[in-house]
């Protein structure tokens, strides 16, 4: 289990980490997202052992990430922004991380070579950003890791090796239990293949659930009346728009609780709605305060 315990961190007397505090449980694939500058690559960082927190706890498995090589070698962290030696091959780099980490698997390594369309004996400089993200896949999976934390982990894969590199993750999630992290903007993506998700703003977890108990408790709802009608004042209204008589109103609650709850009010048209994972984040994160506007150039 990873666990972040009322974390913070500053740079220059800036907070970018404010009492943070996420858990992710062992085997999930957990969602971090946020709008930029919200802490997600920062917090990643941490767990991957490269910051450590003016104050609170990183852990995994109960014990600290920072300087303990006993749980770094359980991890595999995949960055935005891949670094490699200079000089070396993807075949080199393979020798470097099987010194480095002892669950190193080079049967897998050689099994998985034929799931990245790329040459073990090029130099990764050489490599497009979307092949070195592949060789990067590649080298973490063979590690046979624990963790797999991920920031931003298909940029620069086109669509098909996207699919495959997360079908890679979900089997090795399936067949040993792994648990994955990823911090990504593609929030599409996210609600595919995650099981829990965070909402991370201004260095503060706003809050963080299973994706199915999430997406119960806020819901869209179109409905339309004859005409005016006053709704039930205890509504909890995210975001309310009206176009004509049609009202699309944003709440938050079970479904089946609030479309009673409308339905007395005796509507000409009702219609319930599942949101996105976006739109849950735009609402959970203040409505119209983050959406986009409409600027006159």
């Known amino acids: 289990m990873i666990e972040v315990k009322n974390v ?12 943070l505090s996420l858990t992710v449980p062992d085997g999930a694939v957990y969602g971090l997202v946020g709008p930029n500058g919200a802490g997600k690559s920062t917090i990643i960082r941490h767990l991957a052992g490269i910051y450590r927190q003016d104050s609170g706890e990183v852990l995994i498995g109960g014990e600290p990430v920072y300087e303990n090589p006993a749980v770094k070698e359980r991890i595999a962290y995949i960055p935005d922004d891949i670094f490699y030696y200079t000089q ?62 991920l920031d ?11 699919r495959q590199v997360w079908s890679l993750l979900l089997e090795d999630v399936a067949e040993r239990g792994t648990t994955v992290l990823v911090s990504s903007h593609n929030l599409r993506e996210l609600e595919d293949v995650c099981d829990h998700v965070g909402i991370m703003n201004r260095g503060r977890m706003l809050l963080e659930r299973s994706l199915s108990e999430l997406q119960d408790n806020i819901v869209k709802i179109q409905l339309a009346f004859a005409g005016e009608t006053e709704l039930p004042e205890d509504l909890q209204i995210l975001h309310r728009s009206e176009t004509g008589r049609l009202q699309q109103l944003i709440l938050r609650g079970k479904p ?5 709850k409308l339905t007395a009010c ?28 409409d600027i006159v150039l």
Do not use: N
């Open 8 to 19: 913070v961190k500053s740079f220059d007397g800036f907070r970018a980490l404010d009492d």
């Open 266 to 293: 005796r509507p000409l048209f009702l219609d319930v709605l599942p949101l996105t994972l976006e739109e849950i984040f735009i609402y959970e994160l203040g409505g119209a305060e983050h959406e986009v506007k």
């Open 256 to 260: 089946d609780e609030l479309q009673a």
């Open 88 to 149: 070396a091959t993807i075949r080199d780099m393979m020798k470097f991380y099987r010194d480095l980490y002892p669950r190193f698997d080079t049967a897998c390594f050689e099994r998985l070579g034929g799931a990245f369309a790329l040459d073990a004996k090029r130099p990764v400089r050489k490599l497009s950003k979307g092949q070195q993200k592949q060789a990067a896949f590649w080298l973490a999976l063979s590690m046979r890791p624990e963790i797999v934390i």
């Open 152 to 162: 931003e982990p298909v940029d620069g894969l086109d669509p098909v090796m996207r």
